[in-house]
Structure formats: C-alpha cells, structure tokens
C-alpha cells in the first residue's frame, strides 16, 4: 500500500466510526472526503505536511482540522482520535460494513441489539437462526443479509474476462433502451482488457439520469440493489458479479470515462501531469488550477471534458489505449503506431476438428473462418499422446491430413487451409510424432498438456527444445495455466523469447478466456525481443472464435505491434513464413 493509501485509510476508519456510532453525517462525510482528497493525490501528502503546512491546507477537500491529523501522521505514524475512537468499538464491527447492504444503521442494531461483533458472529447467528425479533431485521431482511454473506464469499475470487464481458454487454443494451441516453461505455478493467475483473464499471450519459439508475435496478439478474442515488448505482447479479454504473452529462462524458477506466496508477500519473502544467484534473474534467479549493468543479467550466482525446491532448498527450493505462512506461513511450487491432486478425492458425475433440467436421470449420473474413486456417487435430482428447496416431493423422488437403482444395479461391497437428512437447522436450510424420504436414503448434507442474528450470529446457525443433511454427499455450485454476509452467519467458525470436518460432496467446497463455506481461516480453506471436483461438467449435477479443485485449496489454503477429500478416507473408520451415 502506498503512504497515501495507508493515510487515507486512518480517515476511512474515523469516519467509519463515527458513522457506527452515531456522530453526525456531516462529520462523517468529511472524513470520507478527505479520504478520498488523499487519495488522489499526485504527490506523498506526509511529505507535504511537513515540509509545507500552508500548501497541504490548500489540497481541495483538507481542511484545518484534518490538515492538524496528517501532520500528526507524518511525524508519528498515528492518529490519536482514531486510535481513541476504534477502542470504543469491538474489533470486528466495522468489519460488517463491508457486507452488501449492511448500512451503519443495521450494524448498530446487530451489535448494540444483537450482541453481534463481527462477520464470523453474523454468519453463526444466521445459521443458527437466532437474530429473529431484532428491529427492521424481518425474515426477508434476514434473507437478504445472508444471500449477501453468501455472494460475498463466492465472489471473494475475481471472474473471468470471459465471464464478465457478455454480462456487461447486456447491461449496457438495458440502457441504450433508456429514452434520452446519449453514450455508453464500459469501463475499470474490463475496458482495460484485465484477464480477471473484480467488478463490472459502466459509464453512461443521457438526458435523464434518474432513469438510466431505474433501468440498471430492473435489469434481469439483479438479484441486490447495494447502493442507488443520483449519479452512481451498484448492483449484484444473480451470479454474483458486482455492477457499478455512474451518469454524467454527456459534456463530462470523456472526464468521467477516463476516470473510471483507470487504471487508478495511470490516472495518478495524468493527475501529476496536469499539476505540473498548472491544471487540474479530476472525474469532472480538466480545470485550470486557480489554487482555490474547488469541489464544485462539477458546475464550474472544463478546458477539457467531452471526449477522452480532448483530456489528453490538453495535457499534450495523444489517446492512449484502455489496454495499456497501466503505468507502465504509456506515458514516457509512447506505445507502438501499429498497436494490433481485432481487425487485423485474418489467420486461425490453431484448431480442433471432430477428428480429435471438436464439435465440427473440417469443412464447417473452415466455412466457419471463411464467415469472419479469414485468409487462411490450420487444422490443429491433437497427437496420440492425447488420448483424452481422441489424439491421433500417425495413421489417423495420414487419413485425416488427406481429409483436410481435398476440403482446401475444394475452397482455395476463399481460403488458404492447412494440414497441421497440434503436437504434445512430452515431459522431456521431445514430441510426440517422429519428423518424418511431422515434415509430411503443413502447419505445426506444438503445446504442453501434461507434466505441468514441473519445476521452473526444466519448463525452461523442455519448452526451448520445442523452440529449436526445426519443424514446429508455433508454441501453443506455453505456460499450460488455466485462468484462477491452475498455475501452470514457470519457464523463463524472456529466454523462450530470445531463442523464439532467432529461430522465427511464434509463441501463441491463446485467446481462449480460460488460458490466456502466454499471458499479458509475457507479450511484453516477446515484444521486447522482437519474437514473433500467433494468437489463436485453439476453437472446437464455431462459437469459440468469439474469443478473439480477449486474446487480442491481452496482446494489446503486451504493447504487441501488427507487424509481430503471424495472424494480421497478408496472406503471402504468412504463406512465405509457413514454409519456411519445411
Ligand atoms: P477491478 O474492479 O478490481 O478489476 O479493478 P478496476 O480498475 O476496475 O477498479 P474499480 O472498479 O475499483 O474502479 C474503477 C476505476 O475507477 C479505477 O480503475 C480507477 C477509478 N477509481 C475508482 N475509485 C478510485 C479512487 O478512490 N481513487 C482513484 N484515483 N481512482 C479511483
Ligand atoms: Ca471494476
Ligand atoms: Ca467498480
Ligand atoms: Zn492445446
């Protein structure tokens, strides 16, 4: 935790107190509003209490008394209020406030009434069925609260890519239905393209707010209304899944979407930015600094607001892409020109057909790759080793690599399509067909299905062995990992890269949700030595190429460039490319 987070949580604690005992709102919400000017802060806010007394009083939203705390603070490491003021309380009380729908005022009624001092208490007291009879807490309440335990444990884990895409794709539909809707977006790390989200952010602006937060209550799947006023709503799925919706004027749409795509790390350094320049910069918009405190920056007038690229052009900076809001250098180097798009993607270079474990025959694959505008596909049936998975022996492979030459030849004016295998790297590097068997095909990905936990060093040797196997183009799936799952290999992906890149080997991203292996930071790696990368959606199905996306959001996450991606060459690049290893 940063020195600002950990002061801003001193604040939070207070105000959390004296919420629960019954101190005043105002007090309260200032507390919090302190919390939350500390926070966003640019600069170490200790720092500035003792080296600038005036200046750190002119933070907007400090005020004398706090200002008196965080000195306190930065010279000693406490808070003596908060100190006296969590004593008055037992230890897992404010601990109950982080239960959806668990307000201050029934946490006073389970304590005080109840006797229940922490969440450990509650979920035995409504196991056990003993909270009857106390104020407000009826049997639907009860329900509720227990539900609400319930989601809060499942969902102590964050959900999928996958997952939460489709989900918040239906709620943002919801709202376009809503009369006087202007704009819509998702943001948080769903925009950012994160391979797992804790919750689900949506920005909209329209002409009636109030109706945008009715629709969002209403939804299908909302089984929990956890907070609604005038500008946010948060809500909870019936799965589970948290949705926050905030609604601005559409003249503060870009401010608002900015913000709340964050990452919270990349709008700290924007924020930074902007002081420096004399600005300020906040959910609102871009606002000249005039060094007075200016919560009311909501009426007050914006160098900057409508659009996300009118923000960053003030502050001098081109649009950057959601998926590398990370601070990790987007700021100081600019990300590539040629940053891979969806659209670049013409090529499925990795893929199961009814031979091994898919649910289509080669033909409906390849009229399914033909559909989403594809130059080319490589049939990728799994090897004997698989036999799980129906893997083929070299027999079968003959058989059905004859299969997939009469179909290509039967669609070569729409489509380029290749013979291949998707090949299992056994425990010890070698594969699991002889060369001769390997040199007869087309196209090979050769990927690691079993043995996946072995140690670091020996991934490292077994995955580079696959690399320097003259015959293989692509490195599927290297790590073996299983999203939230399964850990995988731990090779070190830097040195794959390195001899990746000298033997114009491609190590895939496999888009599928479940995998996204290799995964963003290792993108990052091969982008850096200059290795080539195939993403692929390993499809057994037709529907499994909507996974593209996520594959595409992770390389993107990766700074991969079009021009490193087999998969977005033309057709006679990749072709060139292809044979080259035959
Ligand atoms: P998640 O939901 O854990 O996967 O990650 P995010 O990035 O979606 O985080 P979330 O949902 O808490 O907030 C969405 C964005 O809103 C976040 O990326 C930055 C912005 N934001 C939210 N709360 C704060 C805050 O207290 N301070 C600052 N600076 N930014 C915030
Ligand atoms: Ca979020
Ligand atoms: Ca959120
Ligand atoms: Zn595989």
Same mark, same amino acid.
């Given at each position: 935790m ?26 309260v919400n200032?507390?919090?509003k302190?919390?939350?000017?500390i926070?966003?802060?640019g600069?170490?806010?200790a720092?500035?209490a ?7 009083r ?17 010279r000693t490491g ?9 004593a ?9 406030l982080q239960?959806?729908g668990?307000?201050?005022k ?5 304590w ?13 007291r ?11 807490m ?33 709620f ?6 809503v ?33 945008l ?11 929990q209304?956890?907070?609604s ?14 949705v ?7 003249d ?11 990452s919270?790390e ?12 004399g ?10 600094d005039?060094?007075e ?7 007050a007038?914006?160098?900057?607001a ?15 892409p ?31 057909t ?10 409906a ?22 036999a ?5 022996d ?8 004859a ?12 489509i ?7 090949? @299992?790297? *056994?425990?010890d /590097? ?7 068997? +390997?040199? !007869?095909?087309?196209f $090979?990905? #050769?990927?690691?299905?079993?043995a ?5 060093a020996a991934?490292?040797?077994r ?14 799936h290297?790590?073996?990992r299983?999203v ?29 949700a ?12 091969c982008?850096?030595?200059?290795c ?13 190429? @909507?996974? *593209?996306?996520? /594959?595409?959001?992770?390389?993107r996450?990766?700074? +991969?460039? !079009?021009?490193?991606? $087999?998969? #977005? ?7 060139a ?6």
């Amino acid at each position: 935790m940063s020195r600002n987070a950990e002061l801003a949580q001193v604040f939070a604690e207070i105000a959390d107190v004296l919420d629960l005992t019954g101190a005043n709102a105002f007090r309260v919400n200032a507390h919090r509003k302190v919390a939350r000017a500390i926070e966003e802060c640019g600069e170490d806010v200790a720092t500035i209490a003792l080296a600038d007394p005036a200046r750190l009083r002119s933070i907007p939203g400090i005020g004398d008394s706090s200002a008196h705390k965080i000195e306190e603070w930065a010279r000693t490491g406490r808070v003596a209020e908060r100190d006296e003021l969590l004593a008055t309380v037992p230890t897992g009380v404010p601990g109950l406030l982080q239960v959806p729908g668990l307000g201050p005022k029934r946490v006073r009624t389970l304590w005080q009434e109840g006797g229940v001092d922490s969440v450990d208490a509650l979920r035995a007291r409504l196991t056990a069925g003993t909270l009857g009879g106390l104020p407000g807490m009826g049997p639907k309440t009860l329900k509720a609260i227990e539900d609400a335990l319930r989601f809060m444990e499942a969902s102590r884990g964050r959900v999928r890519l996958g997952e939460a895409m489709p989900v918040a794709m239906a709620f943002a539909e919801v709202l376009r239905r809503v009369p006087g809707v202007k704009r819509i977006s998702h943001a948080g790390s769903l925009r950012r393209g994160r391979e797992t989200i804790g919750d689900i952010d949506l920005v909209a602006s329209g002409t009636d707010h109030a109706a945008l937060h009715a629709a969002i209550r209403a939804a299908p799947g909302v089984v929990q209304v956890i907070a609604s006023g005038e500008t946010k709503t948060s809500v909870r799925t019936d799965r589970g899944l948290q949705v926050d919706l905030r609604t601005v004027d559409d003249d503060r749409f870009g401010a608002a979407l900015l913000y709340f795509t964050g990452s919270k790390e990349h709008n700290v350094r924007l924020r930074e930015r902007a002081q420096r320049m004399g600005m300020r910069l906040n959910e609102y918009g871009l606002f000249t600094d005039d060094g007075e405190a200016a919560p009311q920056d909501r009426g007050a007038i914006p160098l900057a607001a409508k659009d996300e690229e009118d923000v960053y052009r003030a502050l001098g900076l081109r649009w950057m892409p959601p998926e590398l809001r990370e601070d990790h250098g987007e700021l100081e180097r600019h990300p590539p020109e040629d940053l891979l798009r969806i659209e670049d993607i013409r090529a499925e270079l990795h893929c199961h057909t009814t031979a091994s474990d898919g649910t289509l025959e080669i033909e409906a694959m390849v009229q399914e790759a033909v559909r989403r505008g594809f130059h080319t596909i490589a049939i990728t049936d799994h090897s004997r080793s698989q036999a799980q998975a129906n893997g083929l022996d070299a027999a079968r492979l003959a058989t059905h690599a004859a299969a997939i030459r009469e179909v290509a030849k039967a669609w070569s004016k729409r489509i380029t399509v290749l013979a291949g295998s998707e090949v @299992d790297i *056994l425990a010890d /590097g070698s594969l699991d067909y002889p060369d001769e068997v +390997l040199a !007869a095909l087309d196209f $090979v990905v #050769a990927s690691p299905h079993s043995a996946l936990r072995a140690e670091p060093a020996a991934a490292t040797e077994r995955l580079l062995a696959a690399i320097r196997h003259p015959l293989v183009h692509v490195i599927g799936h290297p790590t073996g990992r299983i999203v939230g799952a399964r850990e995988g290999l731990s090779p070190d992906i830097a040195l794959l890269a390195k001899e990746a890149a000298a033997r114009k080997v491609a190590l895939e991203v496999n888009a599928n949700a479940m995998r996204l292996d290799l995964r963003d930071s290792h993108v990052r790696l091969c982008v850096e030595a200059g290795c080539l990368v195939a993403i692929d959606t390993d499809a057994h199905g037709a529907g499994d190429f @909507d996974e *593209l996306p996520y /594959g595409v959001a992770t390389a993107r996450r990766g700074w +991969l460039p !079009a021009s490193l991606c $087999v998969n #977005a060459w033309d057709r006679d690049r990749l072709l060139a490319w292809v044979r080259s290893k035959r």
